[in-house]
């Protein structure tokens, strides 16, 4: 049984990091692309990041670039969210995604879903 497993999320202010992570079992996680979708209240759920298996290609929402970082450690099947310079618009349950599909923004081409950690950035 696949799981994924998000940690980290909390209570912050405007300008403050955090740092996500997500713990894969019961799958190859070197052969699935790795990823992390937010949903804000009210809000449809969005693209946040993804990384290859290989970490060789990264990808994120135009919102998030410059801001937060998305890596990966194979041997702990642990990928990771850097958030710097948190907003208030950053508030959102963040999930973890994990697909064979190997590099894509969409949520169909993700096979699993973790059931998501809570950010909320206060101003």
């Known amino acids: 049984q696949v799981q994924l497993v998000e940690s980290g999320g909390g209570l912050v202010q405007a300008g403050d990091s955090l740092r996500l992570s997500c713990a894969a079992s019961g799958l190859t996680f070197s052969s699935n692309a790795m990823g992390w979708f937010r949903q804000a209240p009210g809000k449809e759920r969005e693209f946040v990041a993804v990384i290859s298996r290989n970490s060789a290609f990264k990808d994120y929402a135009d919102s998030v670039k410059g801001r937060f970082t998305i890596s990966r450690n194979n041997a702990k099947n642990t990928v990771y969210l850097q958030m710097n310079s948190l907003k208030p618009e950053d508030t959102a349950v963040y999930y973890c995604?994990?697909?064979?599909?190997?590099?894509?923004?969409?949520?169909?081409?993700?096979?699993?879903w973790g059931k998501g950690t809570l950010v909320t950035v206060s101003s």
């Open positions: 995604t994990a697909g064979k599909t190997p590099f894509t923004r969409r949520e169909d081409g993700m096979d699993y």
